[in-house]
């Protein structure tokens, strides 16, 4: 009885099955029939915004090509002919320059009106109203033009026609020319047929399986067919049964005609045979359900229970597994947030906080012991500069190479930690002496005369360092490590890549930068500083050709203080684009003034800081020459050699924005850098200026005047201007003269002057005074 039961409860089965699948199957093709049509009603749809879009692009192709016209029949080159020609003039005087003019404007015209990279127009032909053919931009064409009524020409003067030529139909527009209100021509036009081509299948390609013609009056224009057909003498065949479009385009002679393929034609999953193709999958299917059935025995149950329990054991082995991981993962998390909060993340040294604390405990034991401890602050050399111009990926690898080399020249004793930025702390117990002091420092700035490579690139970069020791230069470590800091601060003064180790005095010259500082930002504010100019000479007429601006700065409590100290101390407080704005400002004016008296150029330097902001710098110049109305080809920006070594591309953009403007841009101080001569073949430069160092000597010296020369030759080879610096006497300037340089500057001429001494300059030298 429960087999008949479980045979008949496996035949219900299976007839429901098969009632289910017929069901499904059928669900399918209604399904597929209702998908079918409503494919062929969207693209019906689409295929017809295609064609809509496609007119309404022509449309307007042809109403901005009038647009053109009207601006080119109104403009100043055809009105001057036309006035000329009224006034009677020859074409041996005015009338043949104005042709000319007219000439070159239509052939630029047809040049430089692309669409794509297609030129738009192939052809100007201006007729006068007689007949005759005033201009031609393709003389080698013969062809002759059927004339028009001005009463043919609409109310907008314009129309576009058709016309066969060697055995092709060709576009023309044809624009009537007024001069004085009334028509004096036509303009005719031949328009390159592959520009309406592109316009008219940008939206097709091989597989769009389409077709599309022009039809004019004079003939259909062949656009586009990608619809597969063996034969082309089948055309009435290929283009049956086709999805049909006939669009006239407005305010034009043309009618759009289109075929595309049905969707139903394209692709076997949108055909009938797809259906068919469906029905057959039922067969396997009824199979498998079958087949299915009679495996499905009385172990069902049995293998449920086991498969129950066996996912029980799993699970729970499972989540032991996982409950150990946790708390692996948390011993391994507790101990890595313990190392992160006492070591820096990218060279593991310890941090700012950890070395602190190892400082406190090496002191604590040096106070107990009675010995000594060496507190050593080391600073990277240029290490902003080097991040700031080849990013922060060549900077920390520079760091972490650094940290390679430091953890290899100290004890397993001594503590290395990193404070942050490029800075690193030495802490030395049981220091001997000095003398060991002054070999640990050596030793380690020795490290870095080897180069970094990072990209393929060499970079060489020093340190810079200060020592303090204990007891003598104090007695805690925020003591010690402020004495340390004072002295590598000197370091950096005496000109980085040295070591110094603290005495008072350095806390005299640290109040000095300090009260300076302070002085320098009320001087800025209160408008105290001052440009001088510094004559720059035509060495071969002797005359004054342009000035070089010079900031000065006189302080009442510290007097005439050096450039060289306030414009490194506005380097590093931020206020250097203070000065900037200021220089660029004042001297753009006071160069504008000048104008009145002689023509002269100004040139100013800019920090190498102000680099950093390219976008800031590029419009901090553009106004002031706005402001000012001083000509940018008057302006001369001097860039610094090292800039150009360490540039990066917003600079080399700033340089070609700059030189677009017609601003002059000089080398400085050649020679003194890294010298290269890729970089004068890289850069828009237009002049080159030799380093005053060069002229010292080059009077005795035979060295000197054969690399002044090299300079100069060089120059020359490259087309650059040379401007030498530092000349003090007559024999510099002949010397230089007669070896080509053109302009020169110093001593000898002038001393940096203030404006009006420097506009008295000006006032001589013209006989004004």
Same mark, same amino acid.
Request: glycine share 6%; hydrophobic share 40%; charged share 25%.
């Given at each position: ?284 299917? *009824? ?122 020249? *100290? ?149 005439? *203080? ?160 040379? *401007? ?46």
């Amino acid at each position: 009885m429960m087999k008949l039961k479980k045979k008949i409860s496996s035949s219900r089965l299976i007839i429901i099955a098969a009632v289910l699948l017929a069901a499904y199957l059928m669900l399918i093709l209604a399904v597929t029939n209702l998908g079918q049509t409503r494919l062929k009603e969207s693209q019906q749809r689409e295929l017809n915004l295609k064609v809509q879009n496609y007119t309404s692009t022509l449309e307007y192709f042809f109403n901005v090509t009038n647009d053109e016209l009207t601006n080119l029949a109104g403009d100043k080159s055809m009105l001057t002919y036309f006035a000329n020609l009224a006034s009677g003039m020859s074409m041996k005087y005015g009338l043949g320059s104005s042709l000319f003019k007219l000439n070159k404007e239509l052939t630029n015209l047809i040049d430089n009106t692309e669409i794509d990279q297609q030129s738009v127009y192939q052809r100007f032909v201006l007729i006068g109203y007689d007949g005759t053919v005033i201009a031609d931009t393709d003389k080698n064409k013969n062809t002759a033009f059927d004339m028009v009524k001005p009463q043919d020409m609409g109310a907008k003067g314009f129309i576009i026609r058709t016309h066969q030529y060697a055995g092709d139909t060709h576009i023309q527009l044809i624009k009537l020319v007024h001069y004085a209100d009334k028509p004096v021509a036509f303009l005719v036009v031949d328009l390159n047929k592959q520009v309406i081509v592109a316009q008219l299948t940008a939206q097709e390609h091989e597989d769009s399986q389409s077709r599309m013609d022009l039809t004019t009056e004079d003939g259909d224009i062949f656009i586009w067919d990608s619809l597969n057909n063996k034969k082309p003498s089948d055309q009435r065949n290929k283009l049956a049964n086709k999805i049909y479009f006939e669009t006239p385009i407005e305010n034009t002679p043309f009618k759009l005609r289109s075929w595309f393929e049905p969707v139903n034609e394209k692709d076997i999953f949108t055909s009938g045979w797809f259906i068919a193709g469906l029905s057959f999958l039922a067969v396997p299917v *009824v199979f498998g359900l079958f087949y299915t059935f009679m495996i499905n025995n009385a172990n069902i149950v049995l293998r449920t229970k086991f498969e129950e329990s066996h996912k029980q054991r799993r699970m729970l082995s499972l989540q032991n597994q996982l409950l150990t991981e946790e708390v692996e993962k948390r011993k391994i998390s507790e101990q890595k947030l313990a190392h992160q909060a006492a070591h820096d993340a990218l060279t593991g040294l310890p941090n700012r906080t950890y070395g602190n604390a190892c400082l406190e405990e090496e002191l604590a034991k040096a106070k107990a012991t009675n010995s000594n401890v060496l507190v050593m602050f080391m600073d990277l050399d240029n290490f902003k500069q080097i991040n700031d111009t080849l990013g922060h990926l060549a900077g920390d690898q520079i760091l972490m190479q650094s940290t390679e080399r430091l953890l290899g020249s *100290v004890r397993n004793s001594d503590i290395l930690a990193r404070l942050g930025g490029d800075e690193f702390l030495f802490v030395i117990p049981d220091l001997k002496g000095v003398d060991s002091a002054e070999c640990l420092a050596r030793r380690v700035l020795s490290l870095f005369d080897k180069p970094f490579v990072w990209d393929n690139q060499e970079l060489f970069i020093s340190g810079s360092i200060g020592m303090s020791i204990y007891p003598q230069d104090g007695d805690n470590a925020q003591q010690l490590l402020a004495s340390a800091d004072t002295a590598m601060y000197r370091s950096k003064q005496d000109g980085r890549n040295t070591f110094s180790f603290y005495h008072t005095a350095m806390s005299t010259d640290l109040q000095r930068t300090l009260d300076l500082d302070g002085r320098l930002r009320q001087a800025i504010a209160n408008n105290e500083l001052e440009l001088y100019y510094q004559p720059i000479m035509d060495l071969s007429s002797n005359k004054i050709v342009g000035a070089e601006a010079l900031m000065r700065w006189y302080d009442d409590r510290f007097g005439f *203080v050096s450039p060289d100290e306030f414009i490194l101390l506005a380097e590093k407080n931020g206020s250097i684009h203070k000065l900037g704005e200021f220089a660029i400002n004042q001297a753009c004016m006071q160069a504008a003034k000048w104008q009145k008296i002689t023509p002269l150029h100004i040139s100013i330097n800019f920090s190498s800081v102000q680099f950093r902001y390219c976008e800031q710098l590029f419009k901090l110049i553009r106004d002031g020459l706005i402001q000012s109305g001083l000509p940018a080809d008057k302006l001369d920006i001097e860039i610094t050699e090292s800039l150009l070594f360490n540039h990066n591309e917003e600079v080399v953009t700033l340089l070609n924005q700059l030189q677009a403007m017609g601003i002059q841009l000089s080398i400085d101080d050649f020679g003194t850098g890294y010298s290269a001569l890729s970089y004068l073949q890289k850069f828009p430069f237009d002049r080159l200026k030799i380093d005053r160092a060069f002229l010292q000597n080059m009077h005795e010296n035979d060295s000197d005047r054969e690399l002044v020369n090299a300079i100069i030759a060089m120059a020359k080879a490259l087309n650059l201007k040379v *401007v030498a610096e530092g000349i003090e006497d007559q024999w510099h300037a002949d010397y230089l003269s007669s070896m080509h340089c053109e302009y020169g500057q110093g001593y000898f001429y002038s001393k940096p002057v203030p404006a009006k001494e420097f506009e008295v300059l000006l006032n001589k030298e013209k006989g004004l005074v």
